[in-house]
């Protein structure tokens, strides 16, 4: 390797190798449980300083092309099947799934809104917390894992199952746009993320419907690759499952649509407009169950759909935008991640600068299209809802992809070492990220159940009950009870055999305060018992209404 004899620059090639060392140093104590030492359990981002330094050392420019010696070590590697790799990452993700199921035993609010839908369909209980704006998918699933075991566990082991299959179709897709052994890499780097890793362990839909979208993606590449593919016929068969495990998903797909339309051109898909035909008509056949449904429940077709929408949280237009803006790339994928997303932002540069100078290479549309793919998802989910990280697995995938081709396409000569060392700090990744998760991210969720479940577990009635409180799903999952917002209950018509139990937390959040409860009591007579609890909250009052 040529080192520059600058002196700038060889300053900067002692930083970045020191702040490298310094990260692989952090994970090895995050994984020997010394990351209590770590604000939030939170990981320095000593990588991505690595790279601003080595990118000041020049180091990579001077050697670019140069081919440097395997180790054996990564020889012997080599010589393993890539089936036992894919085995590998698949047994490491199936054990961190096992492995935080400790720290995060309690169901959460959002997995208790789909939990108790799905337990409703299989014993009649009330479903706490659902809303006509949600997808019915998931709760699907969850059905069919109650049928085996009615509890928590039966439910996220759907969680494990949708894991495994994104990151199945995750290593197939990546497969064909790289190379087997890089879409490995693809796969170590995207678990070792925070943003995706977090949410393995809970029984949500965003995971499982990100790789529904990202088969999607690979179809409409092979549509213009192969000549006389069928693949847009074969469309459907995966958005509409996708579309019924997350109505998000319509955003994901609207900038697919988007990128597909800028990347190959209008005439690319006018020639092709009878497949098109063909899958539109196949996809309105699909949705005809939902357009009933929504007709029937919100008095237009599309009804559903605008419903979801205007239930984002967003304080104001493109609040979700400016949030991906202030987290990316570190606060999505942390630094590993980040610096193969970065990576995969300058190959989309790159190609889009080649085919604008008519030097384009074989691959480079197809990059442009993963690559804008990746953009429009963050500007359309941004721009349509609330910012959070679960909502952006596709582009993290995209940009993943794109960032390891990349990396082995600018080492050349030096890819088997590189993208072996790529993938060891991205397995121990995977590892140090689980600490944090566990210790860290965890915490906050696992604290609150000690004051919701406890409480929930104390009303629990064989009669019909309504607790109202301002954790309305978890409360419902482990009551049995129904259960509302105090503003939804403002406006409820309660039947009177209906044992309703207003639930007060000493630090709980939306709840009313003396006047407002007052008025809502409305001079009825109530038996007031109070709940300690170890949790956050605090201790409860629970005021239960006389008939």
Excluded at 71 to 91: I, K, N, Q, S
Excluded at 243 to 254: E, K, M, P, Q, S
Excluded at 300 to 323: C, E, K
């Amino acid at each position: 390797m040529v080192v520059s004899t600058t002196p700038v620059r060889r300053t900067a090639w002692v930083i970045s190798v020191a702040l490298a060392v310094a990260a692989v140093v952090q994970q090895v104590l995050i994984v020997a449980g010394f990351g209590g030492w770590l604000p939030g359990w939170q990981p320095w981002p000593y990588l991505l300083g690595a790279a601003v330094a080595f990118g000041v050392s020049g180091v990579g420019r001077e050697a670019a092309g140069a081919e440097l010696p395997v180790p054996r070590v990564v020889l012997l590697l080599r010589r393993l099947p890539v089936g036992v790799w894919v085995a590998g990452v698949f047994g490491l993700a199936a054990a961190v799934w096992a492995g935080l199921q400790d720290h995060e035993p309690h169901i959460g609010h959002e997995e208790a809104v789909y939990a108790n839908k799905a337990r409703s369909w299989l014993d009649g209980t009330p479903d706490a917390g659902w809303g006509t704006y949600r997808p019915v998918g998931l709760p699907a699933l969850g059905y069919l894992a109650l049928t085996v075991h009615n509890s928590v566990g039966s439910l996220r082991v759907v969680a494990l199952c949708l894991t495994l299959f994104t990151l199945g179709v995750t290593y197939f897709v990546a497969s064909r746009w790289t190379t087997p052994r890089r879409a490995v890499v693809v796969l170590l780097v995207l678990l070792s993320g925070i943003g995706f890793l977090r949410r393995v362990p809970e029984f949500l839909n965003d995971i499982g419907s990100t790789g529904l979208v990202l088969l999607a993606v690979f179809l409409v590449t092979r549509a213009q690759e192969r000549p006389g593919s069928r693949a847009l016929l074969a469309l459907p068969l995966v958005v509409v499952p996708a579309f019924y495990l997350r109505y998000g998903t319509v955003a994901n797909l609207l900038a697919v649509a988007l990128a597909a339309l800028v990347a190959y051109g209008p005439r690319a898909w006018a020639a092709q407009w009878r497949r098109l035909v063909g899958a539109g008509v196949l996809l309105l056949l699909g949705l005809v169950p939902h357009f009933l449904y929504a007709a029937r429940a919100t008095g237009s077709l599309l009804g559903v759909i605008t419903w979801a929408t205007s239930q984002a949280n967003r304080s104001f237009f493109a609040d979700g935008l400016l949030y991906y803006l202030l987290i990316f790339p570190y606060r999505l994928a942390g630094d590993l991640g980040a610096l193969v997303m970065v990576a995969g932002l300058v190959a989309l540069a790159a190609a889009v600068r080649r085919l604008a100078g008519r030097r384009a290479r074989d691959e480079d549309r197809r990059c442009v299209f993963l690559g804008l793919s990746a953009v429009f998802a963050f500007v359309v989910l941004g721009c349509t809802s609330h910012g959070e990280a679960r909502f952006v697995y596709l582009p993290v995938v995209l940009l993943t992809v794109l960032g390891v081709q990349a990396v082995a396409e600018r080492c050349r000569g030096r890819s088997a070492p590189v993208l072996a060392g790529l993938a060891a700090m991205a397995a121990l990744t995977v590892l140090g990220t689980a600490h944090v998760v566990a210790h860290g991210a965890m915490r906050g969720p696992s604290r609150l159940s000690e004051s919701t479940v406890p409480v929930a577990r104390s009303l629990a009635t064989d009669r019909p009950c309504l607790l109202v409180s301002g954790y309305e799903p978890e409360m419902g999952w482990y009551s049995g009870c129904d259960a509302v917002t105090y503003a939804q209950y403002r406006e409820r018509a309660v039947p009177p055999h209906v044992q309703v139990s207003l639930v007060l937390f000493d630090r709980g959040r939306l709840q009313p305060g003396p006047s407002a409860l007052k008025a809502l009591l409305d001079g009825r007579d109530v038996t007031t018992r109070v709940v300690p609890t170890d949790g956050p909250l605090g201790t409860a009052r629970v005021l239960t209404l006389h008939p």
